[in-house]
């Protein structure tokens, strides 16, 4: 692998990517997106992508219905980023998950309890919980990094009267 050195300002119209290329099957691999604009999910259940969702902000709406955002198996260096975008509380919850126990969350997330002022920390278990729950989120701003192929690194807040909940599938 080579590097390029530039003097001067580069410049793209549609962002930048830092990809993975398999050495045996030269399949390419998004780790993230630079440049991009935020991504706004559906008000419905989704996959999410590493070429559409890693390395912006995913803006997650005032739901109709709990929406489960499945993340892809994590690559060393990804991130995603979940942000509530709703004008007011969510009467809904929403659930980012792996989509399997052997794909799980390390670390946990601020717990800002809008009711009763109270800020405490939640943890996942560290070796089998991949699924989070936003319980009718008022705010939140929730990352996940992928640190090898089998963990998510998960940092962030979220503010409501609920607190979230760590689960394995």
């Known amino acids: 692998m080579s590097n390029t050195t530039f003097s001067g300002p580069v410049r793209s119209e549609n962002g930048f990517q830092t990809v993975a290329k398999s050495s045996t ?7 993230v997106n630079m440049g991009v604009a935020p991504v706004t999910l559906a008000d419905a ?3 999410l992508t590493a070429a559409t969702n890693s390395g912006v902000i995913n803006l997650i709406p005032d739901g109709t219905q709990g929406n489960t955002y499945t993340l892809p198996t994590p690559v060393s260096g990804v991130s995603y980023r979940f942000v509530y975008a709703g004008g007011a509380a969510d009467a809904s919850n929403h ?3 792996t989509g399997s126990d052997t794909l799980y969350f390390v ?3 601020t717990f800002l309890d809008v009711d ?3 800020i405490a920390m939640v943890y996942s278990d560290g070796n089998s919980n ?4 936003l319980n009718v ?3 939140c701003d929730v990352v996940f990094v ?6 998510y690194q998960v940092f962030g807040y979220v503010s409501s009267n609920t607190a979230p909940a760590f689960a394995d599938q």
């Open 107 to 109: 670390g946990g997330v």
């Open 25 to 31: 099957t030269g399949e390419v691999t998004v780790i």
């Open 146 to 151: 992928g640190t090898s192929a089998t963990t």
């Open 116 to 118: 009763t002022d109270v």
């Open 137 to 139: 989120p008022a705010g």
């Open 45 to 47: 259940n989704a996959t």
């Open 95 to 97: 659930v980012i998950t």
């Open 130 to 133: 991949s699924k989070l729950t």
